[in-house]
C-alpha cells in the first residue's frame, strides 16, 4: 500500500511545502516566503506550521495511517543522521542548528503531532525527487545536475541517494576544470560554478555586447542596457538565431559537458539529468554539452551516454525530501 | 579461519604471481616475462602453469582446505561479472577474450586445477589490496592514485572496490582540470595524464633544461643530454635542492592537487593513497598536493583531508586480486 509524505524545501527566499504520494507525486503544494529575520526558533515555528497545514490537509486525502513522514531539504550542508544543518548559505546566523529535534519538539508541543523528520541537503533532496518522479526515473544510476545562480548536484547510484562518508558529496559546482584560468568563485580558480554560474553567463554575455552591433536583438531585450541581459533574454535570441547568443550558449554547454566527461571517467556514471533555471534554455546547452562530452572521453566510455532535462522543476527539492520518508519497502529507500 | 589465494598482475612487460595469506599477506612471490606474442591462448598456458606452480607452492605451506581461488588483476576494460577482458593496452590482437573461462577450462585440463577465478582491473586490484594489506588499511573510503607512465585509480568506498555501473570507475587519469590547455592525451585535452604522466614530466624539465646552466646538478645526473633526464634524476636532484628539480615536483603535486580537489567535490573522498613509480619522489609530490587540495576546496571539506604513500609497491595488484577471492566472511568482501 503506498503511504504519503510532508516534503518541505527550505529556501533562503520562500519555503516550499507539499502533500506527496508514493504513487501519484504531488498532489497539495505551497509556497511562502521564509522569515529569514526571525532567526532559528521562529523559522522553526513557521515551518512546525506549515508542516502541520499539510499534514491536516494531507490527512483530508490520503489515509492517515499510511502518513509517512516529514523531509526537509535545506541548503549548506546537512549532517542526515544528527538532524544538523551547519551554516546554511542565505540564513545568515544560523550556525549548527539541531533543526530536526527542533521542529520535533515544536510539532509535538504546539500542534500535537509526532512524526518521523528527516533532514537532507536542498541538491540531494531534488536528484532524489528525480529519481523517484522524475527524469532520473529510468536510470539505476546517474547525476543530477542544477544550473542556477550556482551550480549544484546529487548523485544517485543504484537507486539510492550517495551522499559521500561526511554528506558533502555531489558539489560539481566546485569542480575544477581550468586549474590556470581566471575565473574564481568561493576562492577556488577555474571551477564549474565560476564558469557557468548564472552572474558569469551574464558577465560573458556583457562582455560580448561590447560592441552594440553584435547584436541588435540581444540589445533590444535588454531595452540596450547590457548590464541588464537576462538568462531569458539569452534564450529568447538564441530561439530566433542571434548569433551571440547561439555562441553564449554553445560556450555554456561545452563547459558543462566538460565537467560531465569528469564524472564519466572518475565514477563512471553516463546518465544525467539537468535542471535548474539556466537549464530552461534546454538544447541549446545540452546538444553542445552532449557532443564535447563524446569529445572529453575515450570511446570505451561513451556507450549509453545521455543527457535529459529534470521534469519536476521547482518541485523536485519538496518531491524527492518526501520520498526519503518511504517506507522500507520502497525500492529506492536510501538509508537502508 | 583466515584462507589464502593466489594473486596475479597481468602486465604487458612482466606476469607477477603470488601466494596471499588472508592474515599474513604475501608469503610467496614471483614474476616472469609476458609472452605477449604467443596471443591469447599462449598466454593463458602461460598462466595457468604459474597458477598451478603458485598452487602446489602454497599447499605445501598452507591448508589446501582454505584455499579461497584465483584473482587476476588485467589492463584495460574488464567486465567482472563475465570474465572478459576488452581490449587490454599492451596486449595488442586479443580483441574481446573471455580470459576467466579460458584460464578456467585450461587449468582442468591441463593442471587438474578446478578453482573459483575472479578477473578484475589492474588499477582497480591494486587499490583494493592497498585497502586490505597496505597504505590505506585504515581509511573506510578512499582513493588510490597510481603515478606512473600513465596515471590510473581506484577507489574504495565503504571498503568495498567501487566499480561503477559499467566497471569503468577510478580514472582519474582522464579527468580534465585544463580544459583549454595545449597537452592531449589519447584524443583529450587538458587531463591529468596529459600534464602529469611520466611523458610529460620527462618533457618540462627538458623544457627546463633549455639553458644548461640553470641546472648543472641535472645536467650532469642525464650526462648533460636533457632528453635522457628521468624521474629517478629529477627525485634525487630535488633532494639535493636543485631548484629546477623542486620547481618540477612542484608543480606535479599541486596538479594533482587539483585533481584530488575534484575528487573531494564530487565524491565526498578525503583520503588519498598515492602509489606508482614516479610517486616514489615522496613528499616532494604529496606536501604540494596536500597544499593546493586545500586551496582547490571549500574549508567546510578540508576536515580529515589526507595524502599518504601506497605501502605494497609492486605487490599491490598481486595482493588485492588474492583478496577479491576471499571468504564472504573478509570485511573487505567487494561482491556481496
Known sequence: MPSWAIGIDLGGTNIKAAVVDEAEGVVDQDSQPTDAEAGPEGFVRQLALLASEHF???SEMLDPGTFAGIGVGAPGAVDSTKGLLSYPPNLPGWGRYPLRDALQSRLEQAHGLAAPILIENDANAAAYGEAVFGGGNSFRDFMMVTLGTGVGGGIILDRKLYRGPNGTAGEIGFMIIDFEGESVHAGVRGTIESLIGKQRIVELACGMLDDPKASPRLMELCSLNP?????????????????????LWQRVGSILG?????????????????????????????????????????????????????????SAGVC??????????????SDD
Open 56 to 58: 491536516q490537509r494531507g
Open 320 to 333: 524527492g525530501a518526501a520520498a526519503l520518508c518511504f517506507a522500507s519497502g520502497h525500492p529506492l529507500r
Open 258 to 314: 566538460v565537467g560531465l566527461a569528469n564524472i564519466v571517467a572518475l565514477m563512471d556514471i553516463r546518465k544525467f539529468v539537468i535542471g535548474g533555471g539556466i537549464a530552461a534554455a534546454g538544447d541549446l546547452i545540452f546538444e553542445p554539452a552532449l557532443m564535447q562530452l563524446h569529445r572529453s572521453t575515450l570511446p570505451s566510455m561513451h556507450e549509453g551516454l545521455e543527457i535529459v532535462p529534470a521534469k519536476l522543476g521547482n
Open 227 to 247: 548590464s541588464k541581459v537576462s538568462p531569458r533574454h539569452l534564450e529568447q535570441a538564441a530561439k530566433e538565431g542571434d548569433p551571440v547568443a547561439l555562441r
